[in-house]
């Protein structure tokens, strides 16, 4: 079984940072693209962005200069760096990522838990 855990979520002032980091575990023979993506209350998941094995980066327009995304293939690990946080950025954030499990044949996506980010204005 695979399993995405996050973590480092919390509470930040505007125009801070954080940064989220998301471990994948579990019997793993590749991971492809691995992302984040937030659900504010009262609104739809959305993509923040996606990360391919070839690091090609996907940003939403709306944290585009703000926002870096990295990645640590040999730890199975994907990071968000979060600058210049807005209160608008108040949302659970969520770690994607789509792996293919050891001794199997297909690709399967998998979600984290989620970590609150809140940004008090």
């Known amino acids: 079984q695979v399993q995405l855990v996050e973590s480092g979520g919390g509470l930040v002032q505007a125009g801070g940072s954080l940064k989220?980091?998301?471990?994948?575990?579990?019997?793993?023979?590749?991971?492809t693209t691995m992302g984040w993506y937030r659900q504010a209350p009262g609104k739809q998941r959305e993509l923040v962005v996606a990360l391919t094995t070839g690091g090609s980066a996907n940003y939403a327009d709306s944290v585009k200069g703000r926002f870096t995304i990295s990645?640590?293939?040999a730890k199975n690990t994907v990071y968000l760096q979060m600058n210049s946080l807005k209160p608008e950025d108040t949302?659970?954030?969520?770690?994607?990522?789509?792996?293919?499990p050891a001794g199997?044949?297909?690709?399967?996506e998998v979600w984290g838990q989620g970590t609150l980010v809140t940004v008090s204005s």
Request: with cysteine; charged share 15%.
């Open 91 to 100: 949302a659970v954030y969520y770690c994607n990522a789509v792996v293919l």
């Open 20 to 31: 989220l980091s998301c471990a994948a575990s579990g019997r793993i023979f590749s991971i």
């Open 104 to 108: 199997q044949s297909r690709y399967l």
């Open 71 to 73: 990645r640590d293939n």
